[in-house]
Structure formats: C-alpha cells, structure tokens
C-alpha cells in the first residue's frame, strides 16, 4: 500500500536554528515527490519536485534532499515567516495521484 | 507562473441549497484538475479528478450526485455541492497540472470555506 509518514507531528525552533524534517514513503513507482508549504486557511504552496534518488533542490533557506525511502527538508536558519505546515506527497506510477503525508507544522520563534 | 484562483473564497449557507465552487487556472492551460476537501488539522483528501470534456473520476466513498463536477475548458472547473448539509462544511481545494510541463506537479488554489448552517 502507497504511504506517506512525515515526522515530527510538530516542531518549535528558535530564529536562526537550522533542522529537518523527515518524509518517509512507501510506493509502488515514485512518479514523484513533492515538497508544499500551507499556511492557516490557504492551499499549499509548491516549493519543490524531486524524482530520482540522490537529487537535490534549493530554494532560499529550504533544501530538499530524496533516497529511496525518504526525503529531507532541510531549513537552514530559519525565520519567523517560515512558520507553516509543511506537507510531502508522492505521485504513485499506479494511479497518478497524490498522496499526501499528515504534515509536519512548524513554528519559528523569534 | 502557475497561479490557480478559487471563487468563492468562502462561503455561508442553509442547509438543502447548492453552492457552485469555481477553479481557474490564470496563466496555464491544465490538463486535469483535481479537487481536495480538507478537515482541521487533517491532510488533504482527494475527492475526484477531471479532465477537460470528459466525467470526473471519483475517490471511493465521494458521491458523485452530490458533487458535481464540470470540466469545461482549459482553464476551467467547478465543484457543486447540491442540497448541502451541516456534515458538508469543510474547507475544499483544488489543484491542476499543466498541459505544457507534463510532469505530475500539481497547483493548488487558496481554497475555499464552505459552511452549511
């Protein structure tokens, strides 16, 4: 069965304190894996799409990093306003759609 | 670019009316549409896919004579909630891929707020 668990659940870091959070997936044919960013009350926001084992994408204070268990999303020194739920999905080659992971919400406090 | 729009962005009604939800796509053409209802402090759950000119493929457990959905252009979806009730109220997403890319990245919409009072 295709699934997705992102860990931790919740994470508090302080101004400037670099971490990472955790995708693991299990799914028959990665079509793709997907990085988004939501917000309270707003659909997400794409930040990145990794397809093959060893790739890697940057953007700002966020890396994206894929094995073929899991990926990494790495914030180096992050800031308040990247205070968000950040969601992986994986795109199975069996069906074509997406499947989402439960979230990891971050909090940066200044 | 990317940018996919939600109309409605939220929206308040009685129980037993229908409310239309639409979902463009701004500055693409999409391919297939998608369409994503989401609880608090719950992950997105897909509802069904379309495709342009064609019926919606529905999710196991969506009823398709509830929510109907039209696909009618390019750039074009909407959602109908018919004969809505209090169980209905959610928040509901869509996303669409592009036709130009290919690829499986999908892009969501801001979503809207649906309440049925």
């Known amino acids: 069965e295709d699934q997705v668990t992102q860990s931790p659940e919740a994470l508090r870091l302080q101004e400037g304190e670099s971490s990472s959070l955790n995708c693991s997936y299990t799914?028959?044919?990665?079509?793709?894996l997907f990085w988004y960013r939501q917000d309270p009350g707003k659909g997400p926001e794409f930040l990145f799409t990794?397809?093959?084992a060893g790739e890697e994408k940057e953007k700002e204070r966020l890396k994206a990093t894929l094995t073929k268990k899991e990926s990494f999303l790495h914030i180096t020194a992050p800031k308040p306003e990247d205070s968000a739920t950040y969601l992986c999905?994986?795109?199975?080659?069996?069906?074509?759609?997406?499947?989402f992971g439960q979230g990891t919400t971050l909090q940066v406090k200044p | 670019g990317a940018v996919v729009s939600q109309h409605p962005s939220w929206v308040i009604c009685k129980s037993g009316t229908s409310v239309k939800i639409e979902c463009r796509s701004l500055d693409f053409q999409a391919t297939t549409m998608f369409w994503y209802r989401q609880f608090p402090k719950q992950s997105l759950m897909l509802m069904a896919t379309?495709?342009?000119?064609?019926?919606?493929?529905?999710e196991q457990g969506v009823e398709k004579d509830k929510f109907l959905i039209n696909h009618a252009s390019l750039t074009l979806s909407t959602l109908t909630v018919t004969s809505a009730h209090p169980e209905d109220s959610s928040f509901y997403i869509c996303?669409?891929?592009?036709?130009?890319?290919?690829?499986?990245?999908?892009?969501f919409g801001p979503g809207t707020r649906l309440t049925v009072l």
């Open positions: 799914v028959s044919g990665l079509r793709g």
């Open positions: 999905a994986v795109c199975s080659s069996n069906t074509g759609k997406l499947i």
């Open positions: 379309s495709n342009e000119g064609s019926k919606a493929t529905y």
């Open positions: 990794l397809y093959s």
């Open positions: 996303s669409a891929r592009r036709a130009d890319l290919g690829g499986d990245t999908q892009y």
